[in-house]
């Protein structure tokens, strides 16, 4: 089944995936990464409330897998920082443990 025949179908099989498989599971946000004439498509079908804003605008067949986790990281990025603003104490601060009195 090739994209430019049965578009709709491919993405929604896609994005069922990924909810089930991934987003139920993990619960994380979720980067797309395809080439730029597929995001406003894919995004119109989506019905995962966890697709970041964010995306990689380039297949990701065509990159190795450390530019592909770089270019995640920039896409990610904004995110992040938005969040250790509202938690600054819960990101990017070890908790510390506290030790009980021994008798």
């Given amino acids: 089944m090739s994209w430019t025949t049965t578009p709709t179908v491919s993405s929604r099989t896609v994005d069922e995936a990924v909810i089930a498989y991934h987003s139920r599971?993990?619960?994380?946000?979720?980067?797309?990464?395809?080439?730029?004439?597929?995001?406003?498509?894919?995004?119109?079908?989506?019905?995962?409330?966890?697709?970041?804003?964010?995306?990689?605008?380039?297949?990701?067949?065509d990159l190795a897998a450390d530019m592909l986790r770089k270019r995640a990281w920039q896409a990610m990025l904004p995110r992040y920082?938005?969040?250790?603003?509202?938690?600054?104490?819960?990101?990017?601060?070890?908790?510390?443990?506290?030790?009980r009195p021994t008798t």
């Fill in 25 to 61: 599971q993990g619960g994380l946000p979720v980067l797309l990464a395809a080439l730029p004439e597929y995001h406003r498509r894919f995004r119109s079908i989506s019905r995962n409330p966890l697709l970041a804003e964010g995306a990689i605008d380039v297949n990701p067949d």
């Fill in 81 to 99: 920082r938005s969040a250790s603003r509202v938690f600054p104490s819960s990101i990017g601060s070890p908790k510390r443990a506290t030790r």
